[in-house]
């Protein structure tokens, strides 16, 4: 028999407890010897018992030339992986990598390029991949066993303690002193779900919608929603939380146009339609190394396999930070001291397998704390939230508002698609004319003719948040016309912030032209319909608001403040309730040194917009930036009051 395979552990502790268990398996049959162990902490003899008396080191560079190690496993915390992948393979040992790889596409590369320079092996540990089930699966797929594939779901659900996030220094941070960790759901404890769905496939990832959330309070995700767009026209989706009562077994559905396939990777089971469950046999992938090291075998999960998951970490390592869970939707255990004990969210484990069933992210399943109700919170409480995807009629032109927005006491200051006009929604930007397309939503108005229903409405399409928290967001949109064609895309940025007794929506747009030719604003108004200037940000109010009044520093009512252009403007009105009503203010200040004029109704209906093109069009070469704060309180504010307000609101 040929000599047992030296081998050197980098991270005795945590995880590599498993890998010890294992090394003792295989040393007991003789296929290794473990030569070292390399670790920031001695590793005590009692943990290392039955693997005789291995050399101990901080130096596994060192450690692998002295003990002259042919593999090297690394079990440590993700940042450290690539640094020492590279030591290990520049000293001329094979490796076994835990997964993640490395926390970087970056790293992941540099692993890379240090494999081939030296020559030697590097096997990632997803350990699903080592299974025949996945092959199974494939041959399925190959056969036509369920038709064409038009979609991979994946779904998991399991419980993690709190102390799960106080276990390493690194648990569940994203980054640490600026250096990289990407300790997320999808990225760690369920990676292998990621790298099981890709493997089911040969079609690389062509985009990715992701939604990232924590109920626990931690940098990174416990529970994650990502779509993946494939470029043959596959969707993956995979809903994971780490938020469950209790463990449930993750699994993936294939789904074909004459049926589907169940993979529950942890069991190396597979499912064809409604059949009996068949197990498939799973390969150690230690011992798969090592027999590539004696007898060439191929690896089961070579370094370039992991390349597709490794895109889709990044991809997560550069998404916005993760938006916490607010209590209110959480089950949170205690000790007999107060102390949390762990964090539940009822009924995920049901919405990640209604995602695995639907292709659908979390925030297309109707989750109150999911993105679409982006919440924006003030002293600990969700004074507004933001539709970002919104499922309406084109006739409305589909765009991202806050609906609803609320005062500090609860009183809900905004309406969507109410009775008079159902395509106003909320707060947000609405411009009736660019160019002949109709952002507005509703009839356009014709000169000559009047308001006539066209097929001119556009679209304002969400692209990606770029930075998102408690206090607000920034957005990138993109403005599409009725046939598709991008002809703005918009940089949004909403942030909610407290002021006394009250609070302040900050709103700032960016408008950026990308027809090459210019674009020209117009509102009805302009088009000759007397007053109708409206185009730009718009607030509708409740139309159930009792006691409307509206007035800025030097006008009083609609008559007196339509189309003036003082700097801030007020409405004031009160929301019927059983037990009497609830007044309440709004106080819209224009950030720019010269402000525009003011659209103003409240006989008709309450609201109130900053007009883009009163008279005249707006003709847009290349950019146009905007920017209105609006103060939200309870109770009637006086004219000295609002304009106190105004000032703190900009300052």
């Not at 030697?120 to 540990?125: E, F, K, N, T």
């Not at 009736?432 to 006539?452: C, K, L």
Request: a negative charge; one cysteine or more; glycine letters at 10%.
């Amino acid at each position: 028999m040929a000599a047992p395979v030296r081998v050197v552990l980098a991270g005795a502790h945590g995880h590599g407890g498993a890998h010890l268990t294992n090394l003792r398996r295989l040393q007991d049959a003789g296929a290794v010897t473990l030569a070292g162990v390399c670790d920031v902490r001695p590793v005590p003899p009692e943990r290392l018992a039955g693997l005789g008396r291995p050399e101990q080191s901080a130096d596994l560079g060192e450690l692998v030339e002295r003990t002259g190690a042919e593999i090297t496993i690394v079990v440590t915390p993700i940042q450290t992986h690539a640094d020492l992948a590279v030591q290990a393979l520049a000293a001329g040992s094979h490796l076994l990598l835990e997964k993640p790889p490395a926390a970087t596409l970056a790293d992941f590369e540099r692993i890379a390029m240090a494999a081939a320079r030296s020559g030697r092996a590097c096997q990632v540990g997803f350990q699903s991949l080592g299974s025949q089930a996945v092959p199974a699966v494939r041959k399925m797929i190959a056969d036509g066993a369920i038709g064409a594939v038009r979609g991979i779901g994946v779904a998991g659900a399991w419980e993690r303690p709190a102390t799960y996030y106080t276990r390493a220094a690194w648990s569940g941070r994203r980054r640490i002193d600026g250096v990289e960790v990407v300790d997320g759901a999808l990225t760690n404890p369920f990676a292998h779900a990621v790298a099981t769905a890709l493997a089911l496939t040969d079609a690389p990832v062509a985009t990715t919608e992701i939604e990232l959330y924590h109920a626990n309070p931690i940098e990174a995700d416990d529970t994650s929603a990502v779509r993946l767009h494939l470029t043959d026209g596959t969707v993956v989706t995979l809903a994971v939380s780490l938020c469950a009562p209790r463990r449930h077994e993750p699994y993936l559905l294939v789904h074909g146009e004459t049926g589907r396939i169940r993979l529950t990777y942890t069991l190396d089971e597979v499912t064809l339609d409604d059949g009996p469950p068949v197990r498939y046999p799973r390969t150690d992938l230690l011992e798969n190394l090592v027999a590539h090291v004696r007898d060439g075998a191929e690896l089961l999960v070579p370094l370039h396999r992991s390349a597709g998951f490794m895109g889709v970490l990044d991809e997560i390592r550069r998404a916005p930070d993760p938006l916490p869970i607010p209590d209110e939707f959480q089950e949170i255990d205690h000790d007999a001291a107060g102390l949390v004990e762990r964090r539940v969210l009822p009924g995920i484990a049901a919405l990640t397998e209604a995602s695995a069933e639907r292709l659908a992210l979390f925030s297309e399943l109707g989750v109150p704390w999911s993105t679409p109700g982006v919440a924006l919170r003030v002293a600990g409480r969700t004074v507004a939230r933001y539709a970002w995807r919104p499922d309406l009629p084109v006739t409305l032109s589909p765009r991202p508002h806050l609906h609803p927005v609320r005062t500090l006491a609860g009183t809900e200051v905004t309406e969507v698609r109410p009775a008079d006009h159902v395509h106003h929604l909320g707060a947000g930007v609405a411009i009736a004319d660019v160019s002949g397309r109709n952002f507005w939503g509703g009839r356009t108005y014709v000169p000559g003719r009047g308001p006539a229903w066209l097929d001119d409405h556009g679209a304002q399409l969400h692209e990606r948040f770029t930075a998102r928290g408690d206090g607000g967001f920034t957005e990138t949109l993109s403005w599409a016309g009725p046939d598709g064609t991008v002809i703005m895309r918009e940089e949004r940025t909403v942030s909610a912030r407290p002021l006394p007794g009250c609070w302040a929506l900050d709103f700032a747009f960016t408008l950026t032209n990308t027809t090459g030719r210019p674009l020209k604003i117009s509102s009805s108004a302009v088009k000759g319909r007397p007053g109708a200037g409206y185009g730009g940000f718009f607030w509708r109010a409740p139309g159930c608001a009792t006691g409307r009044d509206v007035f800025t520093a030097t006008a009083q009512g609609e008559a007196g403040t339509h189309g003036v252009t003082d700097p801030w403007l007020a409405l004031t009105a009160a929301t019927p309730r059983d037990d009497g009503e609830a007044a309440w203010s709004l106080v819209f200040v224009q950030a720019e040194e010269t402000p525009e004029p003011w659209f103003v109704r409240i006989s008709d209906y309450p609201g109130v917009g900053v007009a883009l093109a009163w008279e005249r069009a707006l003709v847009v070469e290349d950019t146009l930036a905007r920017r209105i704060v609006t103060v939200i309180a309870d109770g009637r504010l006086t004219r000295a009051r609002a304009a106190g307000l105004a000032a703190e609101a900009l300052s």
